[in-house]
């Protein structure tokens, strides 16, 4: 019995001392709040309690102090690698620039000055100049930016923060700023290098604009002196008079033209040597056009009818052939008195009349055109009537030469330069593609015979 009683009160006594020990031994959980530092500064409510500890508040504002700074070196190293991204961009198009260009000079200057022409972004400016004052602008702002960079490194926090303290200052990171300098230095030799180039360029073309010119001016010399020794033989055939007119198509635009005008004349005689073999008719050899009236003096031989000529406007027919292809040598005198004219082939006349516009003076101050027939004064003309052929020997008279003297100038015995217009090569103008000839008519027409 007393044995059951000590153990029942053994029994008794164990379960308090368990129950002791297991209440002594809970853990309590208590809610932080969200972004709050873990730890047990905190009530069941989830409000900070006061802790009685300083040196907890120190650390506690040291890890935030930390935190920031950390932040601000990273914001701060993104801004610096976009600024060594932008560097390398342009040393590289720096470099690219710098293989584009020649070597050295083994193509020549004429290679390069045929690509100023171009409008490209990869080709130099036309002015050597403009690119040296480019480049240097472009060097002044790279070492802003760099001075910038440096500026910016000394304000830069760091992360040795001691408790309690304000943040020091510490320079950028002494690899990068080697990099920065090491490229730097190198785009600025390029750039140095370009602008001696350009320098070196310019000086060049300036030395070959220089001898152009000096070439320039030393055949503009020659070629004045010898316009003065052709003025001083006062042509450039073997006699004034030894030359002829080619009009070698029928067109609106070629012929000759006589610079000397005609004075009020009451007789003419007109002689020339010409060479056609168009069809149908040869057209006009000459015409001569005054204010109100165009048509004072024409020869012409138009579509299939015979050869005409006009005395203001008013027309006598004349029995001339002279489309063979072949020189020959005609000549017409008219006289005021009567109308009276005369047509003289190869020394022979052919035909006589009157009544061509009888008591009719021939005005002065008009223009001769050799080829072609005028509707207005010196021009309007046209193709249809043009003449194809070769002239030479125009030569025209104040009165009427005697039958001798026109056989004379026909079998070229005699020569006789007309007394009003003689044929004289600084006396005729040609224009259109017409051309001017030496001949010696007298002997290509033997050869022809």
Request: some cysteine; proline content about 6%; aromatic content about 6%.
């Amino acid at each position: 019995m007393l044995t059951f009683v000590v153990g029942l009160l053994y029994l008794v006594s164990g379960r308090t001392v368990r129950s002791q020990g297991a209440t002594g031994s809970r853990f309590v959980c208590n809610a932080i709040p969200p972004g709050a530092e873990p730890g047990c500064g905190y009530d069941p409510s989830g409000n900070r309690l006061q802790s009685s500890s300083p040196g907890e508040d120190e650390l506690r504002n040291t890890i935030i102090v930390l935190r920031e700074t950390i932040l601000q070196q990273k914001e701060t190293l993104v801004i610096q690698q976009g600024t060594i991204k932008e560097l390398n961009s342009k040393l590289a198009r720096c470099e690219a620039a710098a293989d584009e260009s020649p070597p050295g000079r083994s193509r020549g200057q004429g290679s390069r000055r045929k690509e100023y022409g171009k409008n490209t972004m990869g080709d130099l400016p036309r002015d050597p100049g403009e690119s040296i004052d480019q480049l240097g602008k472009t060097m002044q702002s790279l070492k802003g930016r760099l001075e910038n960079l440096e500026q910016q490194s000394l304000r830069l926090p760091s992360t040795n923060v001691s408790a309690g303290s304000v943040s020091a200052l510490t320079p950028l990171p002494l690899e990068l700023r080697e990099l920065l300098r090491q490229r730097l230095g190198a785009l600025e030799t390029q750039l140095l290098r370009k602008v001696a180039d350009l320098e070196e360029e310019k000086s060049q073309l300036y030395n070959e604009t220089a001898a152009h010119r000096q070439r320039t001016e030393s055949a503009l010399n020659s070629l004045m002196e010898r316009i003065t020794e052709l003025e001083k033989s006062n042509n450039a055939f073997k006699s004034p008079e030894d030359f002829k007119v080619s009009l070698p198509l029928r067109t609106n635009y070629l012929y000759g033209r006589i610079k000397k005008s005609l004075p009020e004349m009451y007789a003419f005689t007109v002689c020339m040597w010409l060479k056609s073999s168009a069809s149908p008719g040869i057209g006009t050899p000459f015409s001569y056009g005054v204010p109100g009236q165009a048509n004072e003096i024409v020869l012409i031989e138009w579509g299939n009818n015979p050869i005409e000529l006009l005395v203001n406007d008013k027309v006598a027919q004349l029995p001339l052939s002279v489309s063979d292809g072949r020189w020959h040598h005609i000549c017409i005198t008219w006289t005021t008195r009567d109308g009276f004219w005369e047509a003289y082939q190869d020394g022979e006349r052919l035909g006589t009349g009157d009544n061509l516009a009888p008591w009719h003076p021939i005005k002065p101050g008009g223009v001769i055109i050799l080829g072609q027939e005028q509707d207005i004064v010196g021009g309007r003309f046209d193709a249809t009537q043009a003449f194809v052929g070769e002239l030479s020997q125009f030569n025209m008279w104040d009165r009427v030469l005697r039958p001798m003297d026109i056989v004379g100038l026909a079998n070229c015995s005699a020569y006789m330069p007309g007394n009003v217009v003689p044929w004289v090569d600084a006396n005729v103008e040609v224009f259109g593609g017409g051309s001017k000839a030496a001949l010696e008519i007298c002997e290509d027409r033997a050869s022809d015979s």
